[in-house]
């Protein structure tokens, strides 16, 4: 299996209108492979117009808030691509789609990088942060998995969020625990309980 990089991957409608998505961009050499799965705007986006930024966070609000309809994160001008880049990123790359291999399920979308820039250090790892990655991405599966799996894995990955998180991370963890309340709603309350709990 390749690298898989987790990025904050932002697009444009042919109209200028952003769309921002946690992508996991997979490595190829020197570029970067984006596959979204179908439906997506993000897909849409790129057959409109083939740009892409990749923006590298530490703030993992991010990503929980693009999971839980949270899209206000700040943004402005890239220098080589007509989309822009997270304001607050750490760094990211600018990436022009191409070659596209189309697929009923999940086109991949061959990306080469034309300017990669850092904006601020990288502070070290985190087990709160990748906690909410994977929680985030249970949430974005949360109609496929069983429940059962998602609830156990919750109740793991929270222990690093308890021991280990601050305040941007304890928050993150929070929106994501009430979309999976939400999504459970409708179940016997002993099960919505132990998901919040989770
Ligand atoms: C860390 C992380 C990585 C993800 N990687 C992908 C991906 O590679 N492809 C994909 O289609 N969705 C991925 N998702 C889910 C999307 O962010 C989510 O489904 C989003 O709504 C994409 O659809 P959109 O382009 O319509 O916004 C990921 C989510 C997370 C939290």
Not at 11 to 39: C, N
Not at 73 to 78: C, K, L, Q, Y
Not at 98 to 120: G, K, M, N, Y
Not at 149 to 167: F, W
Request: aromatic share 6%; net charge neutral; hydrophobic share 45%.
């Amino acid at each position: 299996m390749p690298l898989i990089r987790e990025t904050i991957v932002i697009t444009a409608s042919r109209e200028g209108r952003a769309h921002i998505a946690p992508i996991g961009l997979i490595s190829d050499r020197d570029d970067w492979i984006i596959a979204p799965f179908r439906p997506s705007t993000t897909l849409d986006n790129l057959a409109a117009v083939p740009f892409a930024t990749a923006n590298h966070t530490d703030d993992v609000r991010v990503f929980a808030g693009c999971l839980t309809g949270r899209y206000m994160w700040p943004t402005m001008a890239a220098k080589e691509v007509p989309v822009p880049r997270l304001a607050d990123a750490l760094s990211h790359v600018e990436l022009a789609v191409i070659d596209v291999r189309d697929d009923p399920q999940r086109p991949r979308l061959h990306c080469r990088v034309v300017r990669s820039i850092s904006h601020a250090p990288f502070q070290g790892f985190n087990r709160a942060q990748a906690a909410v990655l994977e929680a985030a991405i249970l949430v974005s599966r949360l109609h496929m998995l069983p429940r059962e799996k998602i609830e156990r894995e919750l109740a793991y990955l929270h222990i690093a969020v308890e021991k280990t998180g601050g305040p941007r991370e304890i928050e993150a963890w929070t929106w994501l625990a009430e979309k999976v309340n939400a999504h459970f709603a409708g179940a016997q309350p002993a099960d919505v309980a132990k998901a919040n709990k989770a």
